[in-house]
């Protein structure tokens, strides 16, 4: 079992930043990928940005150029740094975590709210 932990949602204005931070415990060392999704409200979950151990990170087309995902594996955290934040952006973000020999990501942290809006 993986636990999956997110912090740093909140409020901003339009073009502003914020940054989330994801800790995991338990089978950390079975761990292959971290990454975010996010869900708005009467949307579908997407993905955000992923971090594979083996093959590095990959990002949704959407926040490309904004969002810059990191990843401390001695720390086993996983963090998404937004900028230029615009009101499209507003969901749930949800932090999650693959295990090696898996083809899906099966674990969710609970998920923390980012609002953009003046």
């Known amino acids: 079992q993986v636990h999956l932990v997110e912090s740093g949602g909140g409020l901003v204005q339009p073009g502003g930043s914020l940054r989330l931070s994801c800790a995991a415990s338990?089978?950390?060392?079975?761990?292959?990928?971290l990454g975010w999704y996010r869900q708005a409200p009467g949307k579908q979950r997407e993905l955000v940005a992923t971090?594979?151990?083996?093959?590095?990170?990959n990002y949704a087309d959407s926040v490309k150029g904004r969002f810059t995902i990191s990843r401390d594996n001695a720390k086993n955290t996983v963090d998404l740094q937004m900028n230029s934040l615009k009101p499209e952006d507003t969901a749930v973000y949800y932090c999650a975590a693959r295990w090696c020999g898996d083809s899906t990501f099966n674990y969710w942290g609970q998920g923390t709210q980012v609002t953009v809006s003046s």
């Open positions: 338990g089978s950390i060392r079975a761990i292959e990928s």
């Open positions: 971090f594979s151990r083996d093959v590095g990170t």
